[in-house]
């Protein structure tokens, strides 16, 4: 593989304005694409084999004019001081209120609180319910505009005014976050490369890859269903691997020509060398990405693969536009550190292992810290895995769901509605749950609907069980329960499992079938099915990338320790999440205002983040230790050789990763703030724990035996050369003369 990419570095070197016009030419083409293709709105949301859904779609079926899976708007009227909602002037802004709600086209019904006794006992407040046709998550903005604009016209009639629901649910966006992110890596490539220039190849071919993938999905979302969701993800990652792998090649290069090479020819080997390792890397990341799928939540899938897809592109844009690009820079980037003498350039890579003994130069600050853990690595070891140990244990307190309304900052009108209904009708009425008794033909019978009202009365923390009605057939009948509890607490949890628990009975007795839904159903059957397929998907990410990394390192326990510093980092990483967003520890700090438990996407959405960026950062820092190590240096050695090379890009990288992931957690919405916060500790975490200490520390006590391999697996596994062997060989045969003399020409 080095030898291929060697020559495709040499040759976009040479071809640079082919090679750039193609870029260029795609980037154009998918833009009037993207400009030119109908809108997609939002993505179909669905949760298949779920019960919730299963109802929602059976419902579809037997009563479609109920729009079950509809969104919801709860719009909460309270008067004025001292006045009651039920006086006549409050009554007729109220009414008038509703009759312009219903005259919204996507509006399927609206309910008179004064009908349906959604009237508080001290007569302050009341509530409406207004339905809608679809999802929450695929309303029109212009349908939430015109919710809210129609609530203000109530507030400017002397009302309080707040409205709830998932009909407001928006996708959350964090443009001004991206910005501070993408400013704060040109600021850490401009200290790290040394020049404006480099600094700027980076940015310039990270936002190319993300603006072509951005653009892709833009114009294939009306036909593939992708929706203005899918691109959030490929973004996010896309930006941030982008700007990794050109950093990678980039600093590579000036590597070589501190070695005394030519710019071409230094191209084409920080192609072939790092470039490798961008490859494998890249490839991690998309089986992380890709592996989504195995959730069976289609908005997920799509949103990986998408990604994913983003990925690959920002791995062939390294391969090829970057080096294109170091051909129009020529001599604009400089060599790194300082100028070595003919000599020692012409020794390349073998000098190296001299200069990591001592000697010469001021050494870094990598390989003064690797010099120190490679002299206490059992002190380093210990100390590492205690801190992330530590870090870890309150992950073992970790409780998941989906957070409601009383998640959301007090600031927002949803929050208030919350918590207006919470305090005069009771926490539960912010989720009732929908039971439907079917009885697939025929009419229910009443003695069902009976028994299932009974039963339901009966169970635990039931605030209300409301009166049955039935679809135009009277095959089915729904029975609305609102429970004593919040929608996202334990107790509700609990509530729906013993409703279900009631099934088989029920049928035994009536032969109808019970189902439970409704949105706090539906989120703890989300919350079920993430935490069901968390362990598949870490066993199969896991699984592939142990069997790629064997390729690459040629070696069993590097993959192996790579493998448990990862899960060493993502349950550290959790482990903060729960302290801080469940437990509440800097809470204000970080401008948490509720807590409570955590957002059931965040173990699989670390997960696969994570670990797609920590194999970034253990293939390009373990391939340079791998590439002294076969080049002849001892194993000590070889770590410091790597750590010369390689601690200053990676932490580079890592700092980039943690400022672009920081500025989410200044976010109002909660959900963006935990992600946020959860990644960039993670980061932190693997980066400069795992990665910097751990590592080190494991490769120094292990020695050779690191690279051990056994050798029926060492033949039956195909020879990629990441480490450039092929290179430094090709290299040391055309620096000899017919004599058996080295050439002083560097080569």
Do not use: C
Not at 327 to 347: L, P, Q, T
């Amino acid at each position: 593989m080095a030898t291929f990419l060697y020559k495709l570095g040499r040759f976009a070197f040479r071809q640079r304005h082919f090679v750039t016009l193609f870029w260029v030419a795609l980037l154009t083409l998918v833009g009037v694409a993207a400009a030119s293709a109908p809108s997609a709105g939002s993505t179909s949301f669905a949760i298949p084999g779920t019960e919730a859904q299963k109802t929602f779609d059976l419902l579809d079926k037997r009563v479609p004019e109920l729009h079950a899976d509809g969104a919801t708007a709860r719009v909460v009227f309270e008067a004025p001081t001292g006045a009651k909602i039920t006086a006549a002037g409050n009554k007729a802004i109220v009414q008038r209120t509703l009759k312009q709600l219903s005259a919204q086209s996507e509006v399927v019904s609206v309910t008179d609180p004064y009908l349906t006794k959604t009237v508080s006992q001290d007569g302050t407040v009341a509530y409406a319910q207004v339905k809608y046709k679809i999802p929450g998550i695929e309303l029109d903005d212009s349908t939430r505009d015109a919710l809210e604009a129609t609530a203000d016209k109530a507030r400017d009639s002397g009302l309080t005014v707040e409205v709830g629901g998932d009909a407001l649910q928006t996708v959350p966006h964090a443009s001004a976050s991206e910005v501070i992110g993408i400013a704060i890596a040109a600021v850490v490539l401009i200290i790290t490369l040394g020049s404006l220039i480099a600094a700027g190849l980076s940015l310039l071919t990270a936002i190319i890859g993300v603006g072509i993938g951005v653009a892709s999905i833009t114009a294939l979302a009306h036909a593939l269903d992708l929706g203005s969701t899918t691109a959030t993800l490929a973004t996010m990652i896309g930006l941030a691997v982008g700007i990794d792998y050109a950093l990678f090649i980039v600093s590579r290069y000036r590597s070589e020509l501190a070695e005394g090479r030519e710019h071409e020819e230094a191209t084409g080997r920080a192609v072939g060398t790092a470039g490798s390792a961008v490859v494998f890397a890249g490839l991690t990341v998309v089986i992380a990405l890709a592996g989504l799928a195995v959730v069976n939540i289609p908005v997920l899938t799509k949103m990986g693969i998408a990604a994913a897809g983003t990925v690959t592109l920002s791995v062939v844009i390294a391969l090829t536009l970057v080096p294109a690009l170091l051909g129009y820079a020529g001599r604009r980037i400089r060599a790194a550190g300082e100028k070595r003498s003919s000599a020692n350039s012409r020794r390349g890579l073998a000098s190296q292992a001299g200069d990591t003994r001592g000697g010469g130069a001021a050494e870094s600050m990598g390989t003064r810290w690797a010099r120190f853990v490679i002299r206490r690595p059992v002190t380093v070891l210990l100390l590492g895995a205690l801190g992330l140990g530590t870090a870890a244990v309150p992950m073992t307190q970790l409780e998941l769901g989906l957070p409601d309304d009383g998640a959301q900052p007090t600031s927002l009108t949803q929050r208030r509605a919350y918590d207006l209904i919470s305090e005069k009708f009771g926490p539960g009425f912010n989720g009732p749950l929908i039971v439907v008794v079917d009885a697939k033909s025929g009419d229910v019978p009443k003695a069902a609907v009976t028994e299932v009202t009974s039963r339901i009365k009966d169970l635990k923390d039931v605030t209300a069980v409301l009166p049955a009605t039935y679809s135009t057939s009277r095959a089915t009948a729904l029975i609305t329960v609102i429970p004593g509890s919040k929608p996202s607490s334990a107790r509700t949890q609990d509530l729906v499992h013993a409703i279900r628990d009631t099934r088989a009975d029920i049928k035994a007795d009536t032969d109808a079938t019970l189902l439970v839904t409704g949105t706090a159903a539906m989120n703890i059957d989300i919350s079920q099915k993430l935490n069901d397929a968390l362990v598949p998907y870490l066993a199969l990410v896991v699984g592939l990338a142990f069997l790629l990394l064997i390729l690459v390192f040629r070696s069993i326990l590097v993959p192996l320790k790579a493998a448990a510093g990862f899960l060493l980092s993502v349950l550290a990483g959790l482990g903060a999440v729960v302290a801080v967003f469940q437990w509440g520890w800097l809470a204000g700090l970080l401008g948490v205002q509720e807590t409570g438990a955590v957002m059931s996407l965040m173990p699989i959405f670390m997960v696969g983040v994570v670990f797609g960026l920590a194999m970034d950062y253990e293939v390009f820092l373990v391939t340079r230790i791998r590439e002294a190590y076969v080049h002849g240096q001892s194993p000590r050695d070889a770590v410091v050789s790597g750590f010369t090379h390689s601690a200053r890009v990676v932490t580079a990288a890592a700092v980039i990763m943690m400022a672009v992931f920081a500025g989410f957690i200044s976010s109002s919405e909660p959900l963006v703030k935990v992600i946020g916060f959860g990644l960039t500790v993670a980061v932190l975490f693997d980066a400069f724990v795992v990665r910097m200490a751990i590592v080190p520390a494991v490769l120094a006590l292990l020695g050779r035996s690191a690279w051990w391999l056994p050798k029926w697996l060492d033949r039956a596994l195909p020879k990629v050369d990441v480490e450039g062997e092929s290179l430094h060989t090709e290299s040391r045969s055309m620096d000899v003369d017919p004599d058996g003399k080295r050439d002083s020409v560097p080569a």
